[in-house]
């Protein structure tokens, strides 16, 4: 069997993953070059390789398949670096985008952010007012035309646009999700006119309802496409001349890989490319330790990330939001904040209460203990301070950090000002990281109707183990994993991947369903879906399809998606489905929240097509019993505010710990890439596959307290 290698490119580090035929996983933490992203992904592998004594070729040479995450499509959405871009749209309909919903100026903000109300503003338009054109043409809600496409019109419309220096053409007409000939021929015109141009359709990125989400996912496809081309064009450059056989596969946001020639038409579809990549690992690896109910949360450097899966299953929102604009294209369900080891805490003027984040240092400058220029205290500076990073070791010892430089700057900028030693300050910037965080995770459980007492809570992410004893504890999930090589374990998920092709189409009926209808629809988008997945290359019987269809109360803006079962539907079988839906609204929304006289609307059909791709398996390792002496390598100060401040505290080395091992806190456990903090009344476990498992010590003092009781 061959090498899976998976590569998780984010915006500080880039992570990569080696499997071998004998499912031993070889790990390793590089850089990101955001000048050229590719080149971070070739340096993470070849230190993979090197760790294995081989090189680079080698290692590519046996690479079935290469996996790659990348934040290229966000990145580039963020800063707003992408293609200046045309929209050619249905005449009278012009201002769809700009005009978006009432619900935009809310849409992807932070409650503190939604708190101040006379800053609500809409997302700064993708694509310029001047940059739109109407065209005559009338396509109406049963597919049919009603008034035919002036073909001259939309010539002379895309000729105006590229002459306004438009690198980008979207194309989305009224209803051509029913009937798409008359982008098609939009399509046609500016191929043969304008050869190279890039054209984007929404028959083809989004073929549903919803006027404006639709527009704007198409508009965002044709902003990002160059930037997604680009890298991924010099992704398979630099991966074929180093050794690599076949084409790369690129992490979705929907949940699976996908050719990166296919892919780079389909850029949209890379938005939340790597945290995706998170949750479907927290899913397999709950499926081997016998949890179905997992609240991951993945901390980096700029950003702390929690999905949900619920019946060991990931959570898809049918409706995500990117900066501020609604698309319709599912992705796994990841809300992200800014709150990371790189998060910059401040002193809010005219309060003069301590802030951390959401600005961060990113990989360049730096926290200020890099003594890469950074100048501003982060998470990472008052974890130094504190002593739970050990700064000879950052890294495997990679990297040394400037423990005084970071003390300086905590006591200038933070403690100066708050009349606090440097240890307090740091011990607050921490706490607050630690609330933000707990935030989120009740935000995403209760939230939604979720009591986070029947999950277990995954952290990973370079930080993610630092701070998950304490986050973790204050929310009151039933238990809280620290996966083996955490650190990279996004670039984990997305080696255990599989090949995903979703289909969907809108057709709106109301209950009761004819049968025949929706059996026809979905046959239709499986055999899209099947015939995809085959032209990858994936044999017709490693092919399965889930379906799912999105509902609501007619009238509602609500809307939810319910699975529906395989092969020919009967009656039964979507009242089945109705009576699903109405569970979950009252899950959802509180019970009595629905409305059946106002009867209940079908408006979009999935389809997620997988492709199961052979992948090594793990071998669970036998229990060597509770004592991890071998593992202690000694101990130093580390400041716990339940013992009062600095006290002894054991430390340990992640790899020299054995299944059954236990580590009774305070205690840290370092890693290469990561460090574990054990609080005081808290213990681990190290479980067959490597996780370590947080569980509770019995203490008089302060049980509320994350540092001297609480849940594991």
Request: with cysteine; glycine share 12%.
């Amino acid at each position: 069997m061959n090498t899976v290698i998976a590569v998780d490119s984010g915006g500080t580090f880039t992570d990569a993953v080696l499997l071998d035929a004998d499912g031993r996983v070889t790990t390793s933490k590089s850089p990101s070059t955001p000048q050229d992203f590719s080149a971070g992904v070739m340096a993470s592998v070849a230190g993979a390789a090197a760790s294995l004594g081989i090189g680079l070729g080698q290692a590519l040479g046996a690479a079935r398949p290469f996996c790659v995450g990348t934040t290229v499509a966000t990145n580039a959405l963020l800063t707003r670096s992408g293609a200046r871009v045309g929209l050619i749209t249905t005449k009278g309909h012009e201002d769809a985008l700009i005009i978006g919903r009432t619900i935009q100026k809310a849409a992807g903000l932070t409650d503190r952010e939604l708190t101040d109300l006379a800053r609500l503003e809409k997302a700064r338009p993708i694509v310029p007012r001047p940059l739109t054109r109407g065209v005559t043409e009338r396509v109406d809600y049963k597919g049919s035309v009603v008034v035919g496409l002036d073909l001259d019109e939309a010539r002379a419309a895309a000729s105006d646009l590229l002459g306004m220096g438009a690198e980008a053409i979207a194309v989305c007409f009224l209803w051509s999700f029913l009937n798409p000939d008359h982008e098609r021929r939009v399509e046609d015109m500016i191929a043969a006119e304008h050869p190279g141009v890039p054209v984007t359709c929404s028959h083809r990125i989004a073929p549903v309802i919803k006027e404006y989400e639709r527009t704007a996912t198409t508009a965002l496809n044709a902003y990002l496409a160059r930037s997604t081309r680009d890298y991924l064009s010099a992704l398979q450059r630099r991966l074929r001349d180093g050794g690599l056989g076949g084409d790369p596969v690129v992490m979705q946001s929907t949940g699976g890989v996908a050719p990166a020639e296919t892919c780079k038409d389909r850029a949209v579809a890379l938005l939340g490319s790597g945290p995706a990549g998170g949750v479907i690992g927290a899913a397999r690896l709950g499926q081997m330790m016998g949890i179905d109910h997992i609240v991951t949360t993945d901390v980096g450097g700029t950003s702390f990330d929690v999905g949900l899966v619920v019946g060991g299953e990931p959570l898809v929102n049918g409706a995500p939001v990117f900066d501020q604009y609604h698309t319709v294209l599912p992705a796994i369900d990841v809300v992200s904040i800014g709150a990371g080891g790189g998060s910059v805490a401040w002193i809010e003027p005219g309060t003069g209460l301590l802030k951390v984040g959401p600005a961060s240092a990113g990989a360049d400058p730096g926290p200020v203990c890099y003594g890469a220029g950074g100048a501003e205290p982060t998470v990472t500076d008052a974890n130094l301070v504190l002593g739970r990073i050990d700064p000879d070791y950052f890294l495997g010892g990679a990297k040394a950090l400037d423990k005084p430089r970071a003390e300086a700057a905590i006591g200038e900028r933070i403690a100066g000002p708050l009349g606090i030693t440097v240890a307090e300050a740091a011990a607050g910037i921490v706490d607050i990281i630690d609330a933000r965080m707990a935030d989120l995770v009740r935000n995403q459980t209760i939230g939604r109707g979720y009591d986070p007492g029947d999950f277990a809570l995954f952290a990973f992410g370079g930080a993610g183990p630092l701070h998950a004893g304490a986050y973790a504890i204050d929310v009151g999930v039933r238990a809280i994993v620290v996966p083996a090589h955490s650190s990279v374990f996004s670039a984990f998920g997305i080696a255990g991947s599989d090949l995903v092709n979703v289909r969907q189409a809108s057709d709106p009926m109301m209950a009761p369903f004819d049968p025949g209808r929706v059996s026809e629809i979905y046959a239709r988008l499986e055999e899209q879906a099947r015939a995809d997945l085959a032209a990858a290359g994936v044999a017709a019987h490693n092919v399965s399809a889930a379906r799912e269809i999105e509902m609501r109360y007619r009238g509602q803006v609500h809307e939810l998606r319910v699975p529906v079962p395989a092969g020919r539907l009967g009656p039964a079988d979507l009242d089945g489905v109705t009576a699903e839906f109405r569970r979950r609204y009252d899950r959802r929304f509180g019970r009595g929240a629905g409305f059946d006289e106002a009867g209940i609307e079908a408006r979009t059909l999935l389809v997620r097509g997988a492709g199961r791709v052979v992948k090594p398996e793990m071998h669970p390792e036998p229990d060597q019993g509770p004592d991890p002496a071998r593992a202690r390598t000694g101990e130093r100060p580390v400041f716990f505010r339940g013992l009062g401040g600095f006290s002894p505290t054991a430390v340990f080395r992640r790899e020299r710990l054995r299944s059954g091992n236990r580590v009774d806190g305070p205690a840290v456990i370092e890693a290469a890439d990561t460090t574990v903090v054990v609080h005081p009344s808290q213990s681990v476990r190290v479980d067959q596959w490597g996780s370590l498992l947080f569980e509770p010590l019995e203490s008089p003092e302060s049980p509320e307290s994350p540092e001297s009781g609480g849940h594991g």
